[in-house]
């Protein structure tokens, strides 16, 4: 699912280059729940923005589901990160669309995707009622509070199925019963193959990790 081997990231400033990843090497199996702990810039949210395919290595090899993230063109980058990957923000809020409703921010990429409209708004309010959100279904965004619409943007990432998900501090805004419930979502997916790599400082999502990755100077440390 994830093969990253001597991974460089290299971020261009004013005076002076920063490598944000230096030799970076991971991999990640299907059905996998690996946690990735590190200070912070230990070079974690760079990595997950290179296997989102948010930022292009500059040098080793980052496959993700097959796809060669340093050497495909962007639109296969872009359209592979549609389909298969499923991508949970912390600030989930700036994720979903203010035009419509959290059903329908939820039910979005499986529409993109070609799911029929019944499908698609049934996947949508079950997601929605697993995570106690289904008398939100209605609401617009701007109605949320923060941990609801982060809760909601994690529906809105898991909708079309995908085959991974990366997830950034994705608890970050919830309580513990709402923190309990996504993280049993997220090992649902997992138990039916998907991969999941998960940054977080919230020592309760290490019960559902199957490996910790420790990341110092952007490097795998243990």
Known sequence: MIDVADLFCIYRGPERD??????????VERGERVLVHGPSG??????????????????????????????????????????????????????LRPELRCV??????PGLLGTSVAERRRRASDLLAEL????????????????????????AALAHDPQLILADEPT?????????????????????????LLVTHSPDVVAIADRVVTLSDGQVVS
């Open 104 to 109: 329908d921010n939820v039910a979005l990429q």
């Open 18 to 27: 920063v490598a944000a990843l230096r030799g970076l090497t991971l991999r």
């Open 172 to 196: 970050g805004e919830l309580d513990g019963e709402t923190e309990q419930r996504l993280l049993a979502l997220l090992r649902t997916h997992a138990d039916a193959g998907c991969g999941v």
């Open 42 to 95: 230990s070079g974690k949210t760079t990595l997950l923005r290179v296997l989102a395919g948010a930022e292009r290595p500059a040098a080793g090899r980052a496959l993700v589901g097959g796809v060669d993230l340093g050497g495909a063109d962007r639109a296969a980058v872009t359209d592979h990160a549609r389909r298969a990957l499923g991508l949970i923000d912390q600030r989930g809020g700036r994720n």
């Open 132 to 155: 106690g959100l289904g008398d939100l279904a209605r609401r617009w965004p701007y109605e949320l509070s923060g941990g609801e619409a982060q809760r909601v943007a994690a529906c």
